[in-house]
């Protein structure tokens, strides 16, 4: 009767809570590095448009030599 109890297959509470906790010890180091990539991102989208207005209003000025009212 022991061996039948033995020979089952699977995952023992401890193992699962101990996959579980790494997982979660994984997703605490991740989160903040997504956030601040993220952050990053929208400053460099920012500076893009900025370095593209920027371009937009000399074109403008060497066009009329005078800048544009905005």
Known sequence: MLQKLR???????????IVVAIIGIL??????????YRAKSYNSAAQSDLRNFKTA????????QSYPNI
Do not use: C, N, R
């Open 27 to 36: 997703a605490a180091i991740a989160i903040p590095q997504f956030t601040a």
């Open 7 to 17: 020979s089952k297959k699977g995952f023992t509470l401890i193992e699962l809570l």
């Open 57 to 64: 209003m000399e074109a403008a000025y060497t066009d009329t």
